[in-house]
């Protein structure tokens, strides 16, 4: 068993308690570095994913994937501990990644080299376990997303998305009308008519890149049961 080198804040192993089998020599090998990003940041772009591993330590980030025709989709949310099922696969395939990761929140994210990634894989059987367990669940999730976005009203996605990104405290949204869209698969202009309608109903405020919860009590009515 190694330490964890200076420079990387003691609760990493907090969060991926399975690093722990990772010795100091194969520390210095992976050159990990510990980066922070603030809301809205791009985190990870597929060019990076040739070059690097990431393991996410704190906060939340939505994987996005780019059309050829340029317009964007949601393919799934990392919360703290998870590691994206797609860059697992790409580090495995050596295919280009077909995504890019964006902070939703204040996130650190730890970066290692992509070589000694894809060699704990292979020499390590609880780092195995642990990202091949994480892969399957994103997976799963991946796949009960969209069964759910072909089943649910866009009523229904929009008022979960607005309720998710909020709470009772923090009543303010900054998210503009293309990527409310963009993450519950519609159009802006849909999504503009929506909120439209609920502002005039008096739930929420709206300006320029944000969106302000007043009647939440609403909004969670019109989900029913």
């Known amino acids: 068993m190694g330490m964890l080198p200076k420079s990387l804040n003691p609760q990493v192993l907090d969060v991926l308690p399975y690093l722990s089998e ?59 501990g998870e590691i994206c099922a797609l860059f697992v696969l790409r580090g495995l395939s050596s295919r280009d990644y077909p995504g890019t990761i964006t902070a939703e929140s204040d996130v650190e994210a730890l970066f290692v080299t992509k070589e000694s990634f894809l060699g704990w894989l292979q020499t390590h059987a609880e780092i195995r376990g642990a990202v091949f ?18 089943s649910e009203s866009l009523e229904a996605r929009m008022v979960k998305a607005l309720l998710r990104h909020t709470s009772e405290r923090k009543q303010l949204l900054n998210l503009t009308h293309h990527e409310l869209a963009v993450e519950i698969g519609s159009s802006r202009e849909v999504v503009s008519r929506a909120l439209r309608r609920y502002r005039l109903q008096g739930w929420i405020e709206t300006g320029r890149g944000w ?15």
């Open 133 to 150: 367990g994480g892969l399957l669940d994103d997976l799963l999730r991946i796949s009960e997303q969209h069964g759910g976005r072909r």
């Open 211 to 225: 969106i302000r919860i007043v009647r939440r009590d609403e909004l969670e009515s019109q989900l029913g049961d």
């Open 22 to 80: 990772i010795t100091s020599e194969e520390w210095v090998k992976a050159q990990p570095t510990v980066r922070k990003y603030s809301p809205k940041s791009r985190i990870f772009q597929r060019e990076e994913a040739a070059s690097y591993g990431m393991f996410l330590l704190s906060g939340t980030a939505r994987i996005s994937r780019i059309a050829e025709d340029g317009s964007e989709s949601i393919m799934s949310v990392l919360q703290a």
